[in-house]
Nanobody, 117 residues
Framework: QVQLVESGGGLVQPGGSLRLSCAAS????????MGWYRQLPGNMRALIAT???????NYADSVKGRFTISTHDTENAVQLQMNSLKSEDTGVYLC???????????WGQGTQVTVSS
């Protein structure tokens, strides 16, 4: 069973930094795409950043220049370095892994990020 486990969330003041990490277990192939979304009301999710196995990166306009996504060369893991955090970045951040082999997307349980003074 594929599981994604996120870590690194917490409370930070505006202008501060956090680093989120996500590791996948139970998936024995290389991911096709991993990334981060933020949970929205109504069971919706907002794209934050994604990275493909080939290194292609996509960021939401709201985080460009502040967030950096990276992955591990040999492990199914992804990190999100978040700098210059703003109050509007607050939310539950979900890790995702897309598998073309399985034709499905896997989701983590999420980690809370709170930006507040």
């Amino acid at each position: 069973q594929v599981q994604l486990v996120e870590s690194g969330g917490g409370l930070v003041q505006p202008g501060g930094s956090l680093r989120l990490s996500c590791a996948a277990s139970g998936y024995n192939s290389r991911f096709d795409r991993m990334g981060w979304y933020r949970q929205l009301p109504g069971n919706m999710r907002a794209l934050i950043a994604t990275i493909t196995v080939g290194g292609g990166i996509n960021y939401a306009d709201s985080v460009k220049g502040r967030f950096t996504i990276s992955t591990h060369d040999t492990e199914n893991a992804v990190q999100l370095q978040m700098n210059s955090l703003k109050s509007e970045d607050t939310g539950v951040y979900l890790c995702t892994l897309y598998s073309a082999l399985h034709q499905r997307t896997y989701w983590g349980q999420g980690t809370q990020v709170t930006v507040s003074s």
